[in-house]
């Protein structure tokens, strides 16, 4: 019931005034995003990558409304490859980026979006590394495949993120379950409506179990993005069936939430991808999260109130 709530709020201007200038939001942020600058960040993935795991990096921001901040992003991202080269981390840790931070919804938003992530894309293969475009709400889709197929002619290593609430992923992972592709599968974090996406969770996790079905028994390489305990043994099972070997999928969860179950899956010998998100725009990330479980507002709430 709270979830649409706080994702119609995720998107208020007044509430991100609101909720970014509180005084205690701070150290309840810092459980999902645990740094503003690199130098927050680094011990961090030092840390992440020496207990046997693998890191995605988002610097947190979405919905930019200047050219100037989309090319801002593009710098971060850049600042950000430059250090993972330094600490020689480049094949570990890969790149997350969301296109709206890129520019693609300002006039000429698909041409600035390629335009400023294709600089990101070259940087990362340069340290052996690569990048995967999140998925945001339904009108943006079109372009991120779009701007995904273009810097896969140059970068095939470059992965996609699909959403099984969407009633078009099936039709998308068959498309993209081809050899040498990258697609992480996620529930889908955004508000919806039901001309376009399944809205009851029971038909959702149905329909993630299909596609990941699609997907394992495709060529490509599979990430399972999810901290569900019933997909993820699903997700072992379909691979087993598909004759996957541990190296061709892996696993991803968010950073601060079941550490536990990235620490057990990694000792497993599965591959297993920590999503450390960083920086100081993380009101949508943030608010977000809080949706995903009620209980994270509680908390939230509890700490403004005691405060
Ligand atoms: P759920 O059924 O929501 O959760 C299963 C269990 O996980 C819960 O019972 C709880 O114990 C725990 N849990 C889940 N969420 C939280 C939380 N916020 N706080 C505390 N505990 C929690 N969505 C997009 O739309 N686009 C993307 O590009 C995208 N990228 C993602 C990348 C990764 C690596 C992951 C893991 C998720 C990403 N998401 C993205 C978010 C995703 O769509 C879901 O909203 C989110 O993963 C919650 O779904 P779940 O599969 O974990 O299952």
Known sequence: MLGPVILAASRSDRMRRLISAAPVTKQVVDRFIPGETVADI??????????????????????ITTPEQATAARDAYLALIDHLKDLGLGERVEMSVKLSMFGQALEGGHELALANVRPVVEAAA???????????????????????EELRKDFPQTGCVIQAYLFRTEADARRLAESGSR???????????????????HEIDKAYVRILRTLMEGEGYPMVGSHDPRLIAIAQELAHKAGR?????????????RGDEHLRLAAEG?????????????YGYFMRRLAEKPANLRFFLRSMVSK
Do not use: C, N
Not at 42 to 63: N, S
Not at 183 to 201: D, H, I, N
């Open 270 to 282: 599965h591959r297993m991808r920590v999503y450390t998100a960083y920086g100081t725009d993380w």
């Open 245 to 257: 070997k541990l190296d061709e999928y892996e696993f991803q969860m968010l950073y601060g939430i």
């Open 42 to 63: 680094v011990p961090i993935i030092k840390d992440l990558t020496a207990k046997g795991l693998e890191l995605t990096m988002d610097v947190v921001g979405e919905d």
């Open 183 to 201: 697609v992480r599968l996620v529930k889908g974090a955004y508000k919806e409506p039901a001309e376009v996406a399944y809205q009851q969770k």
């Open 126 to 148: 340069a340290i052996g590394t690569t990048v995967t475009l999140d998925a945001e709400d339904h009108t943006t889709l079109d372009s991120m495949f779009a701007i995904h």
